[in-house]
């Protein structure tokens, strides 16, 4: 065992998952998330660094094709006309157009390229955040307020890989981005569907939808 406070349900039960040349991996024994500890981290102009080499855009089918995985069961669950956010939405953002597409009104966050806190105070029928999870370095903070900004009866869309056991994760290329440091397991979504009170569906194999119950 070890001090090392887990950032999503702020316990201390974390033991060594993993470690390589370049970081270490701990588990959470309560909600089973891995982390790495924050030594690790990337400073924030790195981190950025990092994510100015992608590039993604509404124009690249292959990334519309990608994205298709949450898109297309978080749109079946809107009403006409929805209202969304897309946190973490990047240099590039595509799933907000592909939902305009289709008629609903979008906001866009992102800390570095779109940082409208306003977008962060308000609900809407749906919240997505692809490939965003795995960057959080307060994920309790953050995904409290992720939830907040999820009207009752709307959903939150999901994508991350998760992890399966230590040994899938010794040849997990997803571990190796040096800007990834909490990795999802399925307990760790179901321990956030049961604090939460929503439904959890997995729609893909690194897809999930949360849903709000109504009030």
């Keep these: 065992m070890n001090n090392f406070t887990c950032p999503l349900c702020q316990t201390t039960q974390a033991t060594l998952f993993y470690t390589d040349k370049r970081r270490s991996y701990y588990q959470c024994g309560c909600c089973q998330l891995v982390?790495?500890?924050?030594?690790?981290?990337?400073?924030a102009k790195s981190e950025k660094q990092e994510y100015d080499k992608h590039i993604n855009t509404p124009e690249d089918t292959g990334y519309r094709t990608f994205l298709n995985r949450i898109f297309t069961p978080v749109?079946?669950?809107?009403?006409?006309k929805a209202k969304g956010l897309d946190f973490g939405c990047g240099p590039g953002p595509t799933l907000s157009v592909m939902f305009e597409e289709q008629g609903a009104q979008v906001s866009l966050f992102d800390k570095f390229y779109y940082p409208d806190d306003a977008v962060l105070a308000k609900q809407y029928d749906f919240v997505t955040a692809t490939e965003v999870w795995e960057h959080l370095s307060d994920p309790r903070l953050d995904l409290?307020?992720?939830?907040q900004c999820v009207k009752p009866g709307g959903v939150l869309g999901v994508m991350t890989k998760l992890v399966r056991d230590a040994e899938a994760f010794k040849g997990?290329?997803?571990k190796n981005d040096p800007t990834h440091?909490?990795?999802?397991?399925?307990a760790t979504l179901r321990y956030l569907e049961k604090k939460w009170g929503a439904i959890l569906e997995v729609v893909a194999a690194d897809s999930f939808i949360f849903t709000k119950p109504s009030n």
């Design 35 to 43: 982390f790495v500890p924050s030594q690790y981290w990337l400073s």
């Design 75 to 80: 749109l079946a669950r809107l009403p006409a």
């Design 144 to 147: 409290e307020l992720l939830w």
């Design 172 to 174: 997990w290329h997803y």
């Design 181 to 186: 440091i909490i990795f999802f397991s399925l």
